[in-house]
């Protein structure tokens, strides 16, 4: 059964936002939220995790509400370099990642 | 600091053969993690060491693989014999702390993969 559900693709021209929501419905209390990114022919990189609230850091933004059912990756201004596919998922401490099929984000010049 | 690496970067071997892959964590990482992804599939998890320890495994195929971290550091998946349906790519991935402290999840730290093909 998949922890969270994202859509399946996305595209967006250079330098706007971009928003990719998550649901997770069945969130634990202890579960954190963490969002990779992969290009092809490399593993998928960390890009940024939040427990609630608002995280930022210097590539995104994640948005989760006070019910921490859904969280939104934020993504300003992209760029062609931006073209992957992007992981959300939902973890805790030191136990293994549960991927879904993600989502391909298409960034369009 | 180096991040995690993996070798090698491409194995094609015929069916029956044996395929030992090899991953170097970030060193001092306590936890090391193998994943793969066969076939456009998504990515799914095979076993996580603690140290030498295997802390779960339950995600390894069958008793064809077989993985090890000798002394804690790097470690190796052995794929013995092979057989068609284990091509894909192998992901490793070592994250720092064992023990789960509060508030603390640790990032898992990927290593670019190694694609297996077998003939």
């Known amino acids: 059964l998949a922890k969270t559900t994202q859509p399946i693709s996305m595209d967006s021209y250079e330098g706007q936002e971009v928003n990719i929501t998550c649901s997770h419905n069945?969130?634990?209390?202890?579960?954190?939220i963490t969002w990779y990114q992969q290009f092809p022919s490399q593993g998928p990189r960390f890009i940024i995790q939040?427990?609630?609230t608002k995280v930022t850091n210097e590539v995104a933004s994640l948005f989760i509400p006070a019910d921490r059912k859904s969280s939104t990756l934020s993504l300003p201004r992209v760029s062609l370099s931006d073209t992957a596919v992007y992981y959300c998922?939902?973890?805790?401490?030191?136990?293994?990642?549960?991927f879904g099929t993600g989502t391909r984000l298409t960034i369009i010049p | 600091e180096a991040g995690v690496t993996q070798f090698p970067s491409h194995s094609v071997i015929e069916k029956g053969q044996t395929v030992t892959l090899r991953c170097d964590p970030i060193?001092?990482?306590?936890?090391l993690y193998w994943y793969r992804r066969v076939m456009g599939k998504e990515i799914k998890f095979l076993l996580h060491?603690?140290?030498?320890?295997?802390?779960?495994e339950s995600g390894m195929p069958n008793n064809r693989f077989l993985a090890e971290r000798t002394g804690g550091t790097y470690s190796t998946l052995k794929v013995q014999p092979a057989e068609l349906e284990d091509s894909g790519v192998y992901f490793c991935?070592?994250?720092?702390?064992?023990?789960?402290?509060?508030?603390?999840?640790?990032?898992?730290?990927f290593g670019p993969g190694t694609r297996l093909t077998v003939l």
């Open positions: 060491f603690v140290k030498e320890s295997k802390q779960d």
């Open positions: 998922l939902l973890n805790f401490g030191n136990e293994k990642l549960t």
């Open positions: 060193s001092g990482h306590d936890n």
């Open positions: 939040g427990y609630k």
């Open positions: 069945n969130i634990a209390t202890n579960d954190y």
């Open positions: 991935a070592s994250s720092p702390r064992w023990g789960s402290l509060a508030g603390i999840t640790d990032t898992q730290y």
